[in-house]
């Protein structure tokens, strides 16, 4: 070969590697693109699943009043929430298994605040709190069939998430 | 002519240098050709994987949603591809998948209805399972090309209660006259113990009720060859649960799930009315509380699905349903 065939083959070579690196570079480019699309996508819907919980947690029979219609505001019944309460306190119960499907990576707090105040919580995922968390508050009415006294009150779901 | 006129232009080395550059240029095309059609075909894969996922998202999402609201019947548009339920009697796991997507699990929900489901629209159509206190919404599918045929000869005041009580969407028959859906291999046939059955060549569910249609009773799963399997049921949810259900062992599959989340929402009503019950003052409302937590709560406890325990359930469940009215008539606190 003589030495204007090693200067042409040089120059095929180099524009060979040079298609080669922008391919690769455009491929990396893309991936990344996507990849920052797909993580929008999952912090979306993870605050959808945090917006689904609250709105799933006071339509539950577990906790919600016998006589609640749909025309009233929201009535959670005290007995049923701390009987929830004492079910999931124990992650490794069926009971924690079975509400963590509805509940995922939440906390559920329900807050009494007129006219007495108290907090109960009826499910915790006890993630890292260092996580980023999305709070719904939901006012609600807490009946008390014992007393037949009706309190103010929020749920409150807070929503672990990576951010 | 123009070759000569080469050779004499480039001479013998070239050549050489001419043909390796090209055989250079054709194995570098070729591999970037390769790489670019690799790249079209992860492409091509990962957008039928992202179509499966997302068909799945949304089938999910409705049949969760459908858990949620009782005695309500819908359609749902699918993709035209096979939908597959597995129930595992040992592991209690049920999932379904479509085509060749990996499984998705449904812990909690309860679905009756074929395991191999291939059409373009479902019918689905959801019942309370209640046991004095809710359970859990049943679920069952069908497909507008299955038929439900009541069999009756007759006159069975079953058949008319039965065939009332489905929704008028799904296509449903009361006849004795099993001819002209010989070929139709999505019919499902049920009779009535005591009220005649089909011949013995023919798939059929044989409903024995002890307790009223919709209270208790036995199906018989009966397949050609005399193979038949005899599985209890509970209440009206439990008997479409049969009815809708491909197999025995499906049916059983599910009941069970089902009693596991009995026993879960059981506990839960036990854990509130003993609070209550500490709680309230002396009165007849307290006593109330432990009877019905002593006779009816505790001894529903850890059911298994067999006739006995399946008639008491109920027996326990209708007793719960006249407490609570006491409860009501004595301004007590109902138990749910």
Known sequence: ???????????????????????????????????????????????????????????????KCYESKVDQVKCLDWYKILAMSNATNDTNSKAFEYYNYYFKNSKITVMKIYPEEGNVTIYDAKLNNNKRTLRIPIPVNIRDYVTDRTYYGLILVEGYYNG | MKNATNRRTFGRGGIVDVQFNWIFILIAGFVIFLFIISVVFSQKRNAEVKEDISTINQITTLLKSKQQIANVYSEMTIPNTNMNFKCDADTRYFSYKISNSERVTLPNEIIFGPQDISARKIQIWSQAFDTGFPVSVFTYITTQNSVIIIYNTSGCPYAKQLYDSLPDNITKKITSDLSMYGSNKNKKIVCFNGYGCPPANVDYINIAPAGGLFGYGNVTFHRKGNINTVKPYLMGAGLYGAIFSDTAEYYGCQMSRALDQFELKRSLVAKRLEMMRKDLEPSDCSLDFEVILNEEIIPMSNPSFNFDSIALLYDKADDLYDRNVDLTLSSCPKIY
């Open chain 1, 1 to 63: 070969m003589g030495h204007n065939g090693q200067i042409q083959l040089g120059e095929s070579t180099a524009v060979v590697i040079i298609i080669v690196i922008m391919l690769v570079l455009g491929i990396v480019f893309w991936n990344k693109v996507s990849n920052s699309g797909i993580m929008s996508i999952q912090s979306q819907s993870q605050e959808l699943s945090v917006i689904e919980t609250a709105n799933t947690v006071p339509e539950m029979p577990e906790l």
